[in-house]
């Protein structure tokens, strides 16, 4: 089909109507964001009464005052948020594709059924095991731990992930395990060798979604880190809005615009496999 | 024969050995970590707890505690609000900007690169901060709003504009289902519009007869996932009310009446069987989806 509008008149307004569009609603949702940055770089006296993005008077002391403004520095809550981070980031990559091959190559007694718990999982509102979890894991001492935010990512908790990896798993061919099968490889040797390498892009969504929720999860991390010295960003972010009670605006922005760089480079460097990600499987 | 089929049940018991052997982890976390915790809450439900002395059985004393309990008719109210304008209203944007990139258009990566990047941020707690200001007195929104000369209220401050504010955070993070409407847009057969072209249909008549009969199942999808998501909203809520769900509970989100119960009262009861209403509320709002998805949700396989 010949695409149509290619030089007549009406049809170069038109498309010229819609980037008109489409940048003027990509304006109105960055500029809070572009606001935010420009303002951790003006004098608090100005910050509400500018609204523009280039700052005229430069402040550059609200990121070392931030940095410097909680009970330890920004540098603590960082270090703790990259531990959970890591954690979760290793227990979800191994967990969920060592659960994912089962589901989607073996043949085993019990697979159907446990394959529909693991879907009814998707659907359990978090709230509701995380009051007996919190008393399990306050009982046998973990509060005050990282250990309830990452040890049950080794169990393949994160449904959401196992699921991604069965369809990735599912669409690939068998005749590369058949093959292996023959030239004598056992199952762990396929996993390892045979389908974890050409599984990259599953794993790179599984691994840049598990980034971004655990860089930004906030309940869990409230309820089981109340220590100063063992809180994450977030949770030290929001102490900072309790603490400066509106007193410094441009460090509070200062240290919003620290704790969303992470996330920011993770969009930079994965967005390809963010968006497959997404459109395949409805993540959000 | 026999010696074939011993063959294949030894490779199958291998078969089988090492499928339990990866599933371990999973088994494991079911019955720890989800399951067995599920099934606890449940108990729990029906008792007096504060984490402090033993689990006290009330029987169905929290159940009747939510009738009467008019700040928990508040939450729902609100959580219902939000979830109810919040979702269609997002769809609506999402499913509108997917049409208006569709087609071929030049640059297309980078608007959806920028669309999509408050999905990923929206949950943060800095975003949440930096929405208190944006809506605050002195904030962006009213700025720009005194550029026109009006006054706007402070949106955070006020029981009646608090939650809007909540909105459009929500709105805001449009940019996910706008990918996955662009991939299912991608799904629709060139040959249905060329036939429907063919038939003298105009581009709205192709809209409405073509290309939303063939969305409604992503339709269908993003709004069930957007509504079990936006009933458990927590952090935004939390973060724009400085934790209180204020002002006068207007922006009392369930989730953040239920964490100040389990956290901030120490009611763990009657915080599990806050949690097991939400269970039910939830799977409800699913079933009734799903019952009302066979009149408008169109599957092109006769389904």
């Known amino acids: 089909m010949p695409r149509r509008g290619g030089g007549t008149g009406t049809g170069r307004i038109r498309r010229l109507v819609k980037h008109v569009m489409l940048i003027l609603v990509g304006t109105v949702m960055i500029y809070p964001l572009l606001w935010m940055v420009a303002s951790a770089f003006k004098p608090d006296a100005l910050i509400f009464r500018d609204p523009s993005l280039l700052p005229t008077d430069i402040d550059l002391s ?33 967990s969920c594709s060592m659960t994912a091959y089962a589901f989607a190559r073996l043949r085993w007694r019990g697979r159907k059924v446990s394959f529909a718990i693991m879907l009814l999982t998707l659907m359990v509102p978090i709230y509701v095991i995380l009051v007996p979890q919190y008393v399990a894991f306050s009982q046998i001492g973990w509060v005050n731990t990282f250990l309830p935010l990452i040890v049950p990512k080794f169990l393949a908790t994160d449904a959401f992930f196992v699921f991604l990896m069965v369809q990735f798993f599912r669409g690939l061919p068998r005749e590369l395990d058949e093959a292996a099968k023959i030239d004598g490889a056992g199952y762990w040797r396929i996993f390892f060798r045979i389908l974890l390498p050409i599984s990259v892009p599953a794993l790179a969504t599984t691994a840049i979604f598990t980034f971004v929720w655990t860089w930004n999860d906030f309940f869990a991390q409230l309820i089981y880190l109340t220590k100063p010295e063992m809180q994450t960003a977030p949770v030290a972010l929001r102490n900072f809005v309790d603490a400066t009670a509106g007193a410094s605006w441009g460090s509070l922005f200062a240290m919003s615009i620290v704790t969303l760089i992470p996330v920011f480079i993770v969009f930079l460097v994965g967005q390809k496999y963010l968006v497959k990600g997404i459109a395949t499987t409805g993540l959000k | 024969m026999t010696k074939t089929g011993r063959r294949m049940s030894a490779a199958a018991r291998q078969e089988e050995r090492a499928a339990w052997m990866l599933m371990a982890p999973w088994f494991l976390g079911v019955v720890a970590v989800t399951l067995g915790p599920l099934l606890a809450s449940l108990y729990l439900s029906f008792t007096d707890y504060n984490l402090l002395s033993a689990p006290e059985w009330v029987g169905l004393e929290n159940y009747a505690e939510m009738l009467r309990d008019t700040r928990l008719h508040k939450a729902l109210a609100v959580t219902a609000t939000y979830t109810f304008v919040s979702v269609p209203l997002m769809l609506a944007v999402a499913l509108a900007l997917a ?58 401050a006020n029981p009646d504009t608090a939650l809007i504010s909540l909105i459009l955070l929500h709105v805001w993070t449009f940019g996910s289902s706008m990918v996955i409407f662009l991939a299912g847009l991608r799904q629709i057969p060139e040959h249905l519009y060329e036939a429907a072209a063919l038939d003298g249909a105009s581009k709205r008549e192709q809209f409405r007869h073509v290309t939303v009969p063939m969305l409604t199942p992503i339709i269908f999808f993003n709004m069930v996932l957007g509504i079990i998501n936006s009933f458990q909203t927590f952090t935004q809520a939390f973060v724009v009310s400085g934790g ?60």
């Open chain 1, 62 to 94: 609200h990121f070392p005052n931030g940095w410097s403004a909680l009970a330890h520095p920004f540098s603590v809550y960082l270090l703790n948020s990259a531990i959970v981070v890591l954690g979760a980031l290793i227990g979800n990559l191994v």
């Open chain 2, 99 to 156: 049409m208006l990139l569709n087609r071929g258009i030049k640059g297309l990566a980078f608007y959806r690169s920028v669309y999509y990047l408050p999905s990923l941020l929206g949950g943060s707690v800095a975003v949440g901060v930096l929405w208190r200001q944006v809506f605050g007195i002195e904030g962006l929104v009213n700025q720009f709003l005194g550029l026109f000369g009006i006054e706007g209220p402070g949106w955070i």
């Open chain 2, 244 to 303: 209180t769900g204020g002002p006068s509970d207007s922006t009392l989100l369930y989730s953040l009446y239920l964490y100040s119960e389990a956290f901030g009262r120490l009611h763990m009861g009657y915080a599990s069987a806050m949690a097991w209403l939400l269970v039910v509320i939830v799977g409800v709002l699913t079933a009734i989806n799903f019952y009302f998805s066979k009149r408008w949700v169109f599957y092109s396989d006769g389904n």
